[in-house]
């Protein structure tokens, strides 16, 4: 999430809604245009590369076969694996906020499919700045500590498909990226205790010193920037506190089994005798392509992560692509679908925070 997301999300706090309409930049931060420029080239770089590995050497009537002749009574399970697999990450999420100020389970489901839904029909990951602002307008839990729990999810995340990768191992065939996986796991582990030791030694002290710059920023200055620093703390408490970080780890890894579960059912239906152990490279591979920059529901770059995996049971690429395509639908349309639905739910049902509600009711009682 770019910096001036967190900023503009933070000013929410502080400005009614009807004075929302067009939020201003962030007062002493440069322009974003260089960067995001080369965050679009990158982005069409790996879609090419990844669109390339998927489509190269590809037979179209190998491919509609594998298609027409497949069960797709296998899907029914898939998508009900993928749909338990979302409440266990919507519950994850829930867990890594404080004990005591957790928002609602619904709420926070709420938050995250339309999250999805953006991530899904816009670049950049969108869904990460939306499910924000969505979970902010519909529960009392503050911005900075909600922005504090999304980065620790992308953090659980990607040790936790890394660390099944390693679990698993045993029972898959051997894979080249094996090697760069088990450097990025280790360089991750060790960074993230780095991190939690450093916040259970130090404390918020070690949070104040890193944000001290922002006091520059009037948004943030005085009491502004010590209730940040506290907010952010909460945020974080999936480092620190013991109790968050199993049930986070617990959940995540539940999460991860579901998809996998998910994958491997819709192999069945294409008839790829694959193990079960195939789902989990799957998820394993489609996990770590979603890390890179990719389009709006991550075209091609899906496909090219299932090709890559797959390859390792030495599959052709024209049985394999038609798998993906399903595969790519099955973890596509149900986002659409219901993030459409919680929109218009959302707009048929606001939901005012407290501090509004108190600012509405002194006016009607002047």
Same mark, same amino acid.
């Given at each position: 999430?770019?910096?001036?997301?967190?900023?503009?999300?933070?000013?929410?706090?502080?400005?009614?809604?009807?004075?929302?309409?067009?939020?201003?930049?962030?007062?002493?931060?440069?322009?974003?245009?260089?960067?995001?420029?080369?965050?679009?080239?990158?982005?069409?770089?790996?879609?090419?590369?990844?669109?390339?590995?998927?489509?190269?050497?590809?037979?179209?009537?190998?491919?509609?076969?594998?298609?027409?002749?497949?069960?797709?009574?296998?899907l029914l399970p898939a998508?009900?694996?993928?749909?338990?697999?979302?409440?266990?990450?919507?519950?994850?999420?829930?867990?890594?906020?404080?004990?005591?100020?957790?928002?609602?389970?619904?709420?926070?489901?709420?938050?995250?499919?339309?999250?999805?839904?953006?991530?899904?029909?816009?670049?950049?990951?969108?869904?990460e700045a939306a499910r924000?602002?969505?979970?902010?307008?519909?529960?009392?839990?503050?911005?900075?500590?909600?922005?504090?729990?999304?980065?620790?999810?992308?953090?659980?995340?990607?040790?936790?498909?890394?660390?099944?990768?390693?679990?698993?191992?045993?029972?898959?065939?051997?894979?080249?990226?094996?090697?760069?996986?088990?450097?990025?796991?280790?360089?991750?582990?060790?960074?993230?205790?780095?991190?939690?030791?450093?916040?259970?030694?130090?404390?918020?002290?070690?949070?104040?010193?890193?944000?001290?710059?922002?006091?520059?920023?009037?948004?943030?200055?005085?009491?502004?920037?010590?209730?940040?620093?506290?907010?952010?703390?909460?945020?974080?408490?999936?480092?620190?506190?013991?109790?968050?970080?199993?049930?986070?780890?617990?959940?995540?890894?539940?999460?991860?089994?579901?998809?996998?579960?998910?994958?491997?059912?819709?192999?069945?239906?294409?008839?790829?005798?694959?193990?079960?152990?195939?789902? !989990?490279?799957?998820?394993? &591979?489609? #996990? =770590?392509?979603?890390? /890179?920059?990719? *389009?709006? @529901?991550? $075209?091609?770059?899906?496909?090219?992560?299932? !090709?890559?995996?797959?390859? &390792?049971? #030495? =599959?052709?690429?024209? /049985?394999?692509? *038609?798998? @993906?395509? $399903?595969?790519?639908?099955?973890?596509?349309?149900?986002?659409?679908?219901?993030?459409?639905? =919680?929109?218009?739910?959302?707009?048929?049902?606001?939901?005012?925070?407290?501090?509004?509600?108190?600012?509405?009711?002194?006016?009607?009682?002047?």
């Open positions: 999430m770019p910096p001036e997301w967190i900023w503009q999300i933070h000013y929410l706090d502080a400005v009614p809604v009807k004075d929302q309409r067009r939020l201003p930049r962030v007062p002493g931060w440069p322009p974003a245009k260089g960067s995001r420029l080369l965050i679009n080239v990158v982005t069409v770089a790996i879609t090419v590369v990844f669109a390339y590995i998927a489509l190269s050497d590809i037979k179209l009537g190998q491919m509609w076969h594998a298609l027409r002749t497949s069960d797709y009574w296998w998508l009900i694996a993928f749909g338990l697999g979302n409440v266990a990450r919507a519950l994850r999420w829930r867990s890594l906020f404080t004990p005591g100020r957790r928002p609602p389970a619904t709420t926070t489901m709420n938050a995250m499919m339309i999250g999805y839904f953006y991530n899904n029909i816009l670049p950049a990951r969108a869904g924000v602002v969505v979970l902010r307008r519909r529960s009392p839990a503050p911005v900075v500590e909600i922005v504090g729990t999304v980065v620790l999810e992308r953090m659980y995340d990607t040790l936790a498909i890394l660390v099944i990768f390693f679990l698993a191992t045993p029972w898959l065939p051997k894979v080249s990226w094996f090697g760069a996986a088990a450097v990025a796991a280790i360089v991750l582990a060790l960074a993230i205790a780095i991190v939690a030791a450093v916040l259970v030694v130090y404390g918020d002290r070690s949070l104040r010193l890193l944000l001290r710059p922002l006091a520059r920023l009037s948004p943030f200055s005085g009491e502004r920037l010590e209730k940040t620093v506290v907010e952010l703390a909460h945020g974080l408490s999936g480092l620190r506190n013991r109790r968050v970080a199993v049930e986070a780890a617990l959940w995540t890894a539940t999460a991860w089994m579901l998809t996998s579960l998910s994958a491997y059912l819709v192999s069945l239906a294409f008839h790829l005798h694959l193990p079960f152990a195939s789902g !989990i490279l799957v998820a394993v &591979a489609i #996990g =770590l392509g979603m890390i /890179l920059p990719s *389009p709006p @529901a991550a $075209v091609g770059v899906f496909e090219g992560a299932v !090709i890559i995996a797959l390859n &390792a049971y #030495g =599959l052709s690429k024209s /049985l394999v692509l *038609p798998y @993906a395509l $399903v595969l790519h639908a099955v973890n596509f349309v149900p986002y659409v679908l219901a993030g459409a639905f =919680l929109l218009h739910y959302n707009s048929r049902h606001p939901v005012k925070r407290p501090e509004e509600q108190a600012r509405e009711d002194h006016v009607l009682a002047a």
